[in-house]
């Protein structure tokens, strides 16, 4: 019987032939003699979303796509028929020795192939060959040059610039906390925060198996012992139920990590905390401007941190945050920060400390950057808003939850694939999104996969952490990301899995 797609699946193909890619001209061209099932299968491999049609001579006749295939395919015609007798005749192409700002204009209008004197098609030119559409990039859009050339005019470049204490001051007040202490990164920030209490050998914290090397790392600098639990299925951070059943006698703290800025479910971390005695260090690296229950994340447990690395929410290239709340607590981290120095008595160091310190460069960087936050936040939930409607429906295509009560900042906007039903492995995913122009990032590995951190994951069972790192992927989801960027990116995702699900339709 001939293959009949569903109305669905008939109308979502029709969208698939208008979308770009950058493939080499040779993997995008098929003969007018060569069957669908050759055109399909080189769609399938290839991560295009479709071909150009060339005769025995390689002069372009046409272009096919796999809203061409499954049409032929519902009139009755087999997947032997040639691809000639199923193509879009006379797609058109461009001479190849045009003026490069009329390829360019010319590209902004779709994929086209360019051709020689003889219609042979020599390459080719789309929205997507003009720059990869990347995952995140600094916008330096503000005060950022005026601040740093303040710096520099006025010699202010250490850590002893005025922009460091309007930094912290102006963070302390963006989060309702008394105290902010910039530091050099968000990994020492972390380390930070934990030497601050004290936390050290015979002590336990634990951590969620779903998060970025540095949240185990700042603990193990500390001596103490991470305890890697299980993430819950809807914040793709860690369960509560998880968290309950690893609390022991030496466990001294919790740190919940805000992945991607999606809100850890807080209310039972904290009655948890309560109950056990137990401090809250949150990871907030990735959750500048995320809340919980109106409460800004990072100002919701004991203590938090924040990255400014160059791919956050706001950044100083590099640099980072502790948020306190306590005084005595603020007050011995400023301390630490600078070499454990008392700060009554110049060059006397009480302890042990570190150099944590941030500069007025970045610090300048920092300030300007926090004046743009609130639109910054907007153009996010802009793009999360964007993704989600465009895959809404898509059963192959998990997006991030909308839960009551938890203001998600989208720091990165991630998805979780089905990739068993795909048929294909993530990172081939990746490899074929790559193509058609598209950066993408894997979701992080998890915890208790790595050689360092194996030994911390006890005998407990990870099978939501699991199953998001192996499906999971993240998009671009810069501020700058354009309107035809945004539906590009949505688009070769979505027409890989309308062409995987036509390929496996026609196999079973």
């Known amino acids: 019987m001939p293959f009949d797609p569903p109305p669905n699946l ?34 399938d491999a290839g991560g295009a979303a479709a071909l150009f049609v060339v005769d025995a001579e390689d002069r372009l006749q046409g272009r096919i796509g796999p809203a061409e295939i499954a049409a032929a395919l519902a009139r009755g015609q087999g997947t032997e028929l040639r691809v000639g007798a199923a193509m879009i005749p006379d797609a058109g192409g461009l001479a190849a020795d045009l003026p490069e700002d009329e390829l360019a204009r010319r590209a902004k209008e779709g994929t086209i192939a360019l051709v020689d004197e003889e219609r042979r098609p020599v390459g ?21 040059l005026e601040y740093v050339t303040e710096c520099v005019t006025t010699n202010w470049i250490s850590s002893q610039g005025s922009f460091v204490r309007r930094f912290e001051a102006d963070f302390a007040k963006l989060l309702g906390v008394p105290h902010a202490l910039a530091v050099s990164n968000g990994t020492v920030a972390l380390h930070l925060a934990l030497a601050a209490y004290g936390i050290g050998p015979g002590d336990e914290v634990i951590v969620p198996d779903l998060t970025f090397a540095a ?27 998880a968290l309950s059943e690893a609390i022991t006698p030496r466990t001294k703290a919790i740190m919940p990590v805000h992945l991607y800025g999606q809100p850890a479910a807080m209310d039972p971390i904290l009655a948890l905390a309560r109950k056990h005695k137990l401090i809250v260090v949150e990871d907030a690296a990735e959750a500048v401007g995320a809340a919980h229950k109106g409460v800004p994340c990072g100002a919701i447990g004991d203590c938090g941190t924040f990255s400014f690395f160059s791919n956050k929410l706001i950044t100083t290239g590099e640099g980072g945050m502790v948020v306190f709340k306590d005084d005595a607590i603020a007050a011995r981290a400023r301390k630490l920060r600078d070499h454990g120095m008392n700060p009554q008595k110049r060059y006397w160091h009480d302890e042990v400390g570190f150099n944590y310190r941030l500069t007025n460069l970045q610090a300048a960087i ?20 964007h993704y989600s409607r465009r895959f809404e429906g898509v059963v192959e295509i998990e997006t991030p939850s909308v839960l009551p009560g938890f203001d998600n900042s989208y720091w990165v906007y991630s998805v979780i694939l089905d990739c068993a039903g795909l048929g294909l492995a993530r990172d081939e995913v990746m490899a074929r999104l790559a193509k058609m122009g598209v950066d993408t990032r894997p979701l992080f590995y998890c915890m208790h996969e790595m050689p360092p951190y194996k030994a911390y994951a006890g005998n407990r069972a990870f099978p939501v952490a699991s199953r998001l790192s ?6 671009p989801s810069s501020t700058a990301i354009t309107a035809a960027e945004l ?9 890989l899995v309308r062409t995987r699900k036509l390929a496996r339709a026609l196999v079973s």
């Open 10 to 43: 008939r109308e979502d193909l029709r969208k698939v032939a208008s979308v770009p890619f950058v493939s080499p001209i040779a993997d995008l061209l098929v003969k007018d003699s060569e069957s669908l099932a050759d055109a399909l299968a080189r769609l």
């Open 124 to 144: 080719v030119r789309s929205p997507a060959t003009a720059r990869r559409v990347p995952i995140a990039e600094p916008q330096l859009g503000g005060k950022e």
């Open 215 to 241: 949240t185990l790392n700042a603990v193990l600098y500390t001596g103490a012992t991470p305890v890697i639990v299980d993430v819950a299925a809807d914040t793709w951070n860690i369960d509560p139920a």
């Open 366 to 385: 920092g300030c300007a950057q926090l004046e743009q936050l609130d639109g910054f936040l907007a153009r996010k939930k802009e793009i999360a808003a």
């Open 470 to 475: 192996e499906n999971g992927l993240s998009l």
């Open 487 to 495: 539906d590009h990116v949505a688009d070769a995702l979505l027409s």
